[in-house]
C-alpha cells in the first residue's frame, strides 16, 4: 500500500485534495477521533462534503468507546469505529472492507437505519452493566447488531472470526454472545463447540445466540448440537434479536412476546442488503461513482 500521513485535519485535508487534483487520490483515511484543530467526525463531514475526495472510505481510531460516537461517525460517513488501540488482525480486516465498501456502504447503512425506525421503542431497564460479544465479519450486519446493543445501552465488543471470539470469552465474562455461523479462520459452530469445551468445570455458561442466514429446517438443530443456545436469522430485525436476548439474560424485555417466526425460503447469498431496497436507494448514491479499486492507496490521520 502506498501511504501517507498528517498530524492534524487541516493538513490531512490539504493532503487528500492535492492527491485528487493529481489524479492519484487516496483510496481510504484512517482518522482519530481526538485532533487538534478538527476532531475526527469534523475531518470526516469535512472529506464527504468536498466532491473531488469523497470517495475515500473512512475509518475511525478512537479511545472514546464507540458507543459515543457510532451514530455521528455513522452520519458523517465512516466505515467503522474502531477502539485504540487497535490490534493488527481486526484493523487488516477492516482496511479491506472499508476499501470495498466505498461505492456500497451509504446505501446499506442507510437501508438498516430505515428498517430500524420503524421498530417498538427502546425498553427503559438500565443494561449498562451488561456487556455482549457480537461475532460478525460482515460489515452491515455487525453495524445491525452494535446499533441495537447500543441503543438500549449494553457495552458492545466486536471480532470478526471465531478464533477472536474464543479468546475473547475466556478473557471476559460475557453476558451473551452472538455469533455468526459464517466467519473465517473459525466457523460459528466450531467456535461455540470450542468454548464449550474451554467452560467445563465452569461454574458459569455463556449463552451464545447465532446469527445465520439459514433460517431453515434443522438449522436450529445444528446450531443446539454445536453448544449454542438459540439463534437469530438474518437480516436481523430487532423483534427477533431482542426476544433472544431476553430469553437468556433476566431482567431485560424483549421488544415483543411473540417468538420469532422462521422463514423457510432459501437464503440469498447476499444476507446483509435486499437487493430490491438498494434499488430504490440508487439515487441516493452519488452519480458517476468510481468502481471499487484493487490498489488501496491510505492515509493515516
Not at 472510505?57 to 460516537?69: D, E, F, K, R
Not at 460459528?188 to 445465520?212: D, H, N, Q, S
Not at 424483549?254 to 422462521?262: D, G, I, K, L, T
Request: proline share 5%; glycine share 6%.
Amino acid at each position: 500500500m502506498l501511504t501517507g500521513s498528517a498530524d492534524n485535519g487541516p493538513r490531512a485535508l490539504e493532503l487528500l485534495r492535492a492527491a485528487a487534483d493529481r489524479n492519484e487520490p487516496y483510496d481510504l483515511a484512517i482518522l482519530d477521533m481526538q485532533m487538534p484543530d478538527m476532531d475526527g467526525l469534523s475531518v470526516a463531514r469535512a472529506i464527504k462534503a468536498d466532491p473531488r475526495i469523497a470517495d475515500t472510505a473512512l475509518i475511525m481510531l478512537t479511545s472514546m468507546g464507540h458507543g459515543g460516537v457510532a451514530d455521528d461517525a455513522t452520519d458523517a460517513g465512516i466505515a467503522a469505529c474502531l477502539s485504540k488501540p487497535a490490534r493488527l488482525s481486526e484493523l487488516y480486516d477492516w482496511l479491506g472492507k472499508a476499501a470495498a465498501m466505498r461505492t456500497a456502504s451509504q446505501s446499506a447503512i442507510m437501508r438498516m437505519r430505515a428498517d430500524f425506525l420503524t421498530e417498538p421503542a427502546q425498553e427503559t431497564v438500565d443494561c449498562s452493566h451488561l456487556r455482549i460479544l457480537v461475532t460478525e465479519d460482515n460489515v452491515v450486519n455487525q453495524q445491525v447488531a452494535v446499533g441495537l446493543l447500543e441503543a438500549r445501552g449494553y457495552r458492545v465488543d466486536t471480532v470478526v472470526n471465531g478464533l477472536e471470539a474464543v479468546e475473547a470469552v475466556l478473557r471476559t465474562p460475557y453476558d451473551a454472545v452472538f455469533m455468526d455461523s459464517q466467519i473465517p479462520e473459525m466457523d460459528g459452530y466450531t467456535a461455540a463447540t470450542e468454548i464449550r469445551k474451554r467452560e467445563v468445570g465452569a461454574t458459569r455458561r455463556t449463552p451464545i445466540i447465532a446469527l445465520t442466514a439459514h433460517a431453515l429446517a434443522g438449522e436450529r438443530e445444528k446450531c443446539m448440537a454445536a453448544g449454542m443456545d438459540d439463534y437469530v436469522a438474518k437480516p436481523v430485525r430487532a423483534n427477533d434479536f431482542y426476544a433472544a436476548l431476553a430469553r437468556w439474560i433476566t431482567g431485560i424485555a424483549a421488544a415483543s412476546e411473540a417468538p420469532p417466526v422462521v422463514d423457510k425460503t432459501p437464503a440469498s447469498t447476499d444476507d446483509a442488503i435486499d437487493p430490491a431496497a438498494l434499488d430504490n436507494l440508487q439515487k441516493i448514491r452519488r452519480p458517476g461513482g468510481p468502481d471499487l479499486l484493487a490498489r488501496v492507496r491510505i492515509i493515516s490521520a
